[in-house]
């Protein structure tokens, strides 16, 4: 039990790095979220918008974004957003909750749902043609996150040391698909 405890907090380490950069900066107008969150998850507008200077067009002939371009990065944003939220929760129920108790595991399991509901919908979307590069990189940190989640539920479950290291492993690819998703994002900006 004491080596489960160890690796969850592994696992919580590497959520809690993805949290940091999976927020993207799209050098747009960037939502200010109310502490209740505003999410995709729960369709309520912005509370406030940041007026933030449109970006500028390239030498490369890349240009301003299309009304489109602009929606798919907000809808990306919005879900990053979330994405963020569930690995911070999961990584807060790592470090801070009592594993034993049945109201744990319910809270994991809906962190977990919850996941799994966003990794849906990111695949859903439509994409423009220039961000198709951007987006197929994002999916690939999505269906790592989704090995990850069979892989957590039976680890803390059984008790397998191995399975939560899996889980860890396919969290950190988490972590590298999505600074790659982010290299690739600031060609654009």
């Known amino acids: ?15 809690l790095s993805i949290s940091f950069v999976s927020c993207i900066d799209t ?3 960037i939502p200010v979220h109310d502490k209740g ?3 995709a998850l729960n369709g309520e507008a ?3 918008v940041l007026p933030i200077e449109p970006a500028e067009p390239k030498e490369d002939g890349g240009g301003l974004l299309t009304l489109e ?4 990065l907000d809808t990306m944003y919005y879900h990053a957003v979330d994405v963020a939220g569930c690995f911070d929760d999961m990584a807060n129920l790592f470090f801070f909750g009592d594993i034993d108790s049945e109201e744990w595991m319910i809270e994991l399991a809906m962190v977990l749902a919850t996941l799994d509901t966003l990794i849906e919908e990111a695949r859903d979307w439509d994409v423009p043609d220039r961000f198709g590069e951007l987006n197929g990189k ?12 069979p ?15 899996k889980a860890s492993h396919h969290i950190e690819n988490v972590s590298i698909l999505i600074d790659e998703a ?5 060609q654009f900006l």
């Open 37 to 39: 969150g505003t999410g």
């Open 1 to 15: 039990m004491k080596n489960l405890k160890i690796l969850a907090l592994v696992l919580a380490s590497a959520l």
């Open 69 to 72: 371009e602009e929606l798919y």
């Open 182 to 186: 982010k290299d690739i994002l600031d």
């Open 46 to 48: 912005p509370k406030e």
């Open 138 to 149: 994002y999916l690939e940190a999505m269906q790592e996150m989704e090995k990850a989640i």
């Open 27 to 29: 050098n747009m107008a």
């Open 151 to 165: 892989l957590i539920i039976e680890g803390v479950d059984t008790l397998d040391e191995t399975k939560i290291q």
